[in-house]
């Protein structure tokens, strides 16, 4: 199971006060029902809410539980001398046997030492996963991270059977991996769809924490579409059932008992848990578990575009109602966007009729469609809407990137010093227009423009002439998006102006 940790945020705790808060409310709410029934001190229109029951999870433990599996991985890695007893033994210092769930144990289970330097030994160290069957003959998922770089890989039943699984196919951008054992006959998994999950639905997880195995926790779906700083390309459920150490790879049930994701990453501070667990939906997962049977591979689509956030101030640039959408700093040359028309400045609103809120959702949900397939593209051009219709590539050429961008801070005029660029100047910095940046003072330098990069475009216009530059100027009433070169790179930078 991953960590990302949360070192620069201060999670504030109020257990005491929540209890309170809930015992005043089981009282208020026996004490109204007690008014209501001896005097009408309430409308006879009001309606009171009829409890919900709980699901018996027993029930579901009882009859999908059997599908869930214990992953034992052995892998390899170099030691010095002196470290050599510890990586043999890895447990007497990490009794979890190295979770890949723990970021702050990498250097025992990836080695202390590395490049093969004299004195240092090759040994064995161990760490511990989940998984659940989704077949009969042997076919069971996890977390690609729970097996990377294993030698060996033990899948445990619950009935304490154990067998050495062989790995058909692992995907470290879903962080998917499928594996098979040697067995008939055995308990499967119920799949569901995640697509039908519910914000505030029950789940429930059923894995292997710290080593105890088959161990049920449960929770509520706390937010779908989740997309985390270190992933891109998976929109994961957010859940508060307690995972930890040793579920990676685990089923996420729903109330019927169906798979509906897999336990994958959690937020803390600590490396274990705080309340904010994440996994991966089945719908993803069952593509690339199909994937991975039929190929041994996974291909996943992309739409060749540099993408970034639309804060308050590019929205004012750009007349958009409000800060959504992903806006293209760069185009792949003659990749997929370039051939569908699109140019840097478009907002990218929809892909297929779903909503791109930030950046982070375009390459999610593009990354679930396949190289060769065609999407709708909603997006916004220089205060227009239209809609451009693209033919997807293949990731594995090169990924989808999302840029960052300091926001302006200040105000005033734009405070910058512009010339032409000279042809041998436009040609050494490969495009067909721009002016040089020779000075950035006031709102553009407190935005983080700086001398020497080149301006392209303002609100998505490309820039020919600095009178051109003065006239955007005068009409911006806001803000202003300046589509800055730098490096190579290119990059929409909000500037607010006075």
Request: proline letters at 6%; hydrophobic letters at 40%.
């Given at each position: 199971m991953q960590v990302l940790s949360l070192q620069n945020t201060k999670l504030v705790l109020a257990l005491v006060a929540a209890g309170a808060i809930g015992?005043?409310?089981?009282?208020?709410?026996?004490?109204?029902?007690?008014?209501?029934?001896?005097?009408?001190?309430?409308?006879?229109?009001?309606?009171?809410?009829?409890?919900?029951?709980?699901?018996?999870?027993?029930?579901?433990?009882?009859?999908?539980?059997?599908?869930?599996?214990?992953i034992s991985v052995t892998s390899v890695a170099k030691a010095s001398d002196d470290d050599a007893e510890t990586a043999q033994h890895p447990q007497r210092?990490?009794?979890?046997?190295?979770?890949?769930?723990?970021?702050?144990?990498?250097?025992?289970?990836?080695?202390?030492?590395?490049?093969?330097?004299?004195?240092?030994?090759?040994?064995?160290?161990r760490s511990q996963g989940?998984?659940?069957?989704?077949?009969?003959?042997?076919?069971?998922?996890?977390?690609?991270?729970?097996?990377?770089?294993?030698?060996?890989?033990?899948?445990k039943l619950t009935d304490r059977r154990e067998f050495i699984a062989k790995v058909l196919g692992a995907d470290p951008k879903t962080d998917i991996a499928v594996l098979k054992i040697e067995a008939k006959n055995l308990p499967v998994a119920t799949i569901g769809k995640s697509s039908?999950?519910?914000?505030?639905?029950?789940?429930?997880?059923?894995?292997?924490?710290?080593?105890?195995?088959?161990?049920?926790?449960?929770?509520?779906?706390?937010?779908?579409?989740?997309?985390?700083?270190?992933?891109?390309?998976?929109?994961?459920i957010q859940t508060d059932a307690a995972v930890n150490p040793g579920n990676s790879g685990g089923p996420l049930f729903?109330?019927?008992?169906?798979?509906?994701?897999?336990?994958?990453q959690i937020?803390?501070?600590?490396?274990?848990?705080?309340?904010?667990?994440?996994?991966?939906?089945?719908?993803?997962a069952g593509k690339v578990k199909d994937q991975i049977v039929a190929h041994g591979k996974v291909e996943h689509?992309?739409?060749?575009?540099?993408?970034?956030?639309?804060?308050?101030a590019l929205a004012d640039s750009f007349k958009l109602d409000k800060p959504e959408g992903a806006l293209v700093s760069s185009v792949e040359k003659d990749g997929p966007a370039s051939k569908a028309g699109l140019e840097p400045g478009d907002v990218i609103r929809k892909v297929d009729g779903h909503a791109v809120v930030s950046s982070g959702d375009l390459p999610t949900v593009i990354s679930q469609d396949a190289p060769g397939d065609k999407v709708k593209l909603d997006v916004w051009r220089k205060g227009a809407a239209l809609e451009i219709e693209a033919k997807l590539g293949n990731a594995n050429?090169?990924?989808?990137?999302?840029?960052?961008?300091?926001?302006?801070?200040?105000?005033?005029?734009?405070?910058?010093?512009?010339?032409?660029?000279?042809?041998?100047?436009?040609?050494?910095?490969?495009?067909?227009?721009?002016?040089?940046?020779?000075?950035?003072?006031?709102?553009?330098?407190n935005a983080g423009v700086e001398s020497g990069d080149v301006l392209l475009a303002i609100n998505g216009t490309p820039v020919k002439s600095i009178e051109q530059v003065k006239n955007a100027v005068a009409k911006s009433d806001k803000s202003i998006a300046l589509l800055i070169l730098r490096a190579g790179d290119t990059i929409f930078v909000p500037v607010r102006m006075g």
């Amino acid at each position: 199971m991953q960590v990302l940790s949360l070192q620069n945020t201060k999670l504030v705790l109020a257990l005491v006060a929540a209890g309170a808060i809930g015992g005043m409310g089981g009282s208020l709410l026996h004490n109204v029902g007690e008014a209501h029934a001896a005097a009408p001190l309430v409308s006879s229109a009001t309606t009171f809410a009829t409890p919900i029951a709980l699901p018996d999870f027993s029930q579901i433990t009882t009859q999908y539980g059997p599908a869930v599996v214990n992953i034992s991985v052995t892998s390899v890695a170099k030691a010095s001398d002196d470290d050599a007893e510890t990586a043999q033994h890895p447990q007497r210092d990490d009794p979890f046997g190295n979770d890949p769930f723990f970021e702050f144990f990498r250097r025992f289970q990836q080695g202390q030492g590395q490049g093969g330097a004299p004195g240092q030994k090759e040994a064995p160290t161990r760490s511990q996963g989940s998984g659940f069957i989704v077949s009969a003959d042997g076919i069971i998922m996890t977390n690609a991270h729970v097996v990377k770089d294993a030698k060996e890989v033990v899948v445990k039943l619950t009935d304490r059977r154990e067998f050495i699984a062989k790995v058909l196919g692992a995907d470290p951008k879903t962080d998917i991996a499928v594996l098979k054992i040697e067995a008939k006959n055995l308990p499967v998994a119920t799949i569901g769809k995640s697509s039908d999950l519910k914000v505030g639905e029950w789940v429930l997880a059923i894995g292997s924490p710290y080593g105890f195995e088959n161990t049920v926790t449960a929770g509520v779906v706390s937010a779908k579409g989740r997309s985390l700083p270190d992933d891109s390309a998976v929109p994961f459920i957010q859940t508060d059932a307690a995972v930890n150490p040793g579920n990676s790879g685990g089923p996420l049930f729903n109330s019927r008992g169906e798979v509906i994701g897999i336990n994958s990453q959690i937020y803390s501070r600590t490396g274990g848990y705080q309340g904010l667990s994440f996994a991966i939906p089945m719908d993803l997962a069952g593509k690339v578990k199909d994937q991975i049977v039929a190929h041994g591979k996974v291909e996943h689509a992309r739409l060749g575009v540099s993408v970034q956030e639309v804060n308050q101030a590019l929205a004012d640039s750009f007349k958009l109602d409000k800060p959504e959408g992903a806006l293209v700093s760069s185009v792949e040359k003659d990749g997929p966007a370039s051939k569908a028309g699109l140019e840097p400045g478009d907002v990218i609103r929809k892909v297929d009729g779903h909503a791109v809120v930030s950046s982070g959702d375009l390459p999610t949900v593009i990354s679930q469609d396949a190289p060769g397939d065609k999407v709708k593209l909603d997006v916004w051009r220089k205060g227009a809407a239209l809609e451009i219709e693209a033919k997807l590539g293949n990731a594995n050429d090169k990924p989808v990137q999302v840029a960052t961008s300091k926001e302006a801070a200040s105000q005033g005029r734009l405070g910058l010093a512009l010339r032409p660029l000279q042809p041998d100047e436009l040609r050494a910095a490969g495009v067909a227009n721009g002016l040089l940046i020779e000075s950035s003072a006031g709102p553009a330098a407190n935005a983080g423009v700086e001398s020497g990069d080149v301006l392209l475009a303002i609100n998505g216009t490309p820039v020919k002439s600095i009178e051109q530059v003065k006239n955007a100027v005068a009409k911006s009433d806001k803000s202003i998006a300046l589509l800055i070169l730098r490096a190579g790179d290119t990059i929409f930078v909000p500037v607010r102006m006075g």
